[in-house]
């Protein structure tokens, strides 16, 4: 695998970041986060657009090696703990669901995924992968960081510097780190183009 077989192939151009970035398992466990970069990727998710310019997204930034990052690994689901371990970085995508006034906030989950998607995009664009995660014990997060009740935890991003297939610890994910990238057609997810 070269790192152009995971380019998508598109029926229309975009952009070499949106086309390049792509989700990997397979992170360099000796190597550190770079923190300048880490920092561009937490400040593009702070510029993403929000319902209201609400910005409900809250971040939980762990490095290797600490023990915030071990309590999010513990709090991985089945495969995800094999590899996400071995993230520079893992952050916990927290939604702020309800204001300080107590309105509920609708859109609260749609934004946090437009920041997490940003963060992703600008991470790329510096060389850092990134990998987003569902399978986690929400229950156990959100106790594990003492978040209020109106605080959802909403998904998992890991962090880190590419390491090649070989080097996870699994015959079944090394073959999905190589397997083909697919999407849907346009025509299946566009319902309407009038
Ligand atoms: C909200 C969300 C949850 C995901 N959950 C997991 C997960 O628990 N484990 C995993 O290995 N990948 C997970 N993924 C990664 C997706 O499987 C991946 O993004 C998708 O297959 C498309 O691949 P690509 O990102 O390389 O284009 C998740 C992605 C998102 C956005």
Do not use: C
Not at 24 to 47: G, H, I
């Amino acid at each position: 695998m070269t790192p152009q077989d995971r380019i998508a192939v598109t029926s229309a151009p975009i952009s070499e970041v949106i086309a390049g970035r792509w989700s990997p398992r397979s992170f360099d466990v000796t190597v550190e986060v770079p923190e300048a970069k880490l920092t561009s990727a937490l400040e593009a998710a702070r510029w993403a657009a929000s319902a209201a310019n609400t910005q409900p997204w809250r971040f939980i930034v762990a490095r290797r090696g600490t023990p915030e990052h071990a309590k999010i690994v513990d709090n991985l689901l089945g495969f995800n703990q094999l590899w996400a371990v071995t993230a520079a970085a893992l952050i916990v995508n927290v939604a702020e669901t309800v204001t300080e006034d107590g309105v509920e906030q609708r859109w609260a989950e749609y934004d946090l995924g437009q920041a997490s998607a940003t963060l992703a995009l600008q991470a790329h664009k510096d060389g850092l992968h990134v990998h987003q995660m569902g399978g986690f014990d929400p229950e156990g997060m959100h106790a594990a960081f003492t978040l209020a009740d109106h605080q959802r935890v909403v998904s998992v991003t890991a962090l880190g510097i590419l390491a090649t297939p070989d080097a996870l610890p699994d015959e079944k994910l090394r073959a999905r780190e190589i397997a083909p990238r697919e999407r849907k057609s346009l025509n299946e997810i566009v319902l309407v183009n009038a």
